[in-house]
């Protein structure tokens, strides 16, 4: 990272770097989220779309959405356990990226994050498939200099909800939001105008203040924005370190057996058969 792009940086709250990221790398897990839904899709509608077409798959995965939303659910946590997925968020490309802007002893915030955003894949016309104006540290509650990165696995412009930031908000400090959680948006008046439209290559990344307001742009195209999130704390950021290393992310298990009754005896050892 140059000098220029540091202090860039510290003054905007973000840097759109291109071609930062090996588009293999990118490709090989878009292309296994969209073979693991297929699969899922294969059981469900009795026939496996072709991930290499993408009009064919995401039709499919509208399908998949309106005839089973459970499975579709589950599924979309799943792709957000992927090998691929996680060894990139430890990968010396990345670590480069958040080193250089000076993040001293990075360590994982919370787990990568895949979105597939589009109006299709809601319910009842909601607008959850896309986040209004937001910081990320409000969820995080992590370092001063926490980072976050984010890029699509498919060119994104404004027609297909790219993100869309306000440059140098990250220096206003923590604005006032309805809750904590995902689903919480800034309450502060805030000017359409001051948002600028962020644009990407397969490639590209965004790396950006966890203080940096931003919002999802409006996919207003027939296709899903895949998207991933990565963010990362600085385990020798004073107040982080004096604040006990605050952890605000639960991660447990549900209560109930997804399945109830399921397995009986003769399933388990047919597979140690
Ligand atoms: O990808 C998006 O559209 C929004 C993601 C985002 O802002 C977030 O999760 O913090």
């Not at 291109?18 to 090996?22: I, Y």
């Not at 908000?169 to 206003?172: R, Y």
């Given at each position: 990272m140059s000098a220029e792009q540091i202090e860039q940086f510290k003054k905007d709250g973000f840097l759109l770097l291109?071609?930062?990221?090996?588009k293999t790398v990118i490709e090989d897990i878009y292309r296994e989220a969209r073979e693991i839904f297929a699969l899922q899709i294969e059981k469900v509608l009795g026939r496996k779309p072709d991930v290499e077409n993408r009009d064919e798959f995401e039709k499919a995965m509208y399908a998949f959405f309106n005839t089973d939303f459970d499975a579709f659910v589950s599924t979309g946590k799943t792709v957000q356990h992927t090998i691929q997925l996680h060894k990139l968020g430890t990968s010396r490309d990345i670590l480069d990226l958040i080193e250089g802007i000076g993040i001293e002893k990075p360590s994982i915030a919370v787990r990568p994050a895949m979105q597939f955003n589009?109006?299709?894949?809601?319910?009842?016309?909601?607008?959850?498939?896309k986040l209004g104006a937001h910081q990320d540290w409000r969820t995080g509650?992590?370092?001063?200099d926490s980072v976050v990165i984010w890029f699509p696995m498919v060119p994104a412009s404004e027609e297909i909800g790219a993100l869309q930031v306000i440059p140098g908000?990250?220096?206003?400090g923590l604005m006032q939001a309805n809750?904590?959680?995902?689903?919480g948006y800034i309450t502060d008046n805030l000017k359409d105008e001051d948002f600028i439209q962020t644009e990407y290559e397969v490639g590209d990344v965004l790396i950006f203040s966890a203080f940096l307001i931003h919002r999802s742009g409006n996919n207003?195209?027939?296709n899903i924005r895949w998207s991933v999130q990565l963010r990362y704390n600085n385990l020798a950021e004073p107040t982080f370190i004096e604040r006990g290393y605050p952890m605000p992310y639960i991660y447990k298990p549900q209560?109930?057996?997804?399945?109830?009754?399921?397995?009986s005896a003769e399933q388990v050892k047919e597979v140690y058969a």
């Open positions: 291109k071609n930062a990221l090996d589009s109006r299709y894949l809601s319910k009842d016309g909601s607008t959850h498939w509650q992590g370092s001063l908000s990250h220096t206003a809750t904590t959680g995902y689903a207003v195209s027939p209560e109930e057996l997804v399945t109830p009754g399921f397995p």
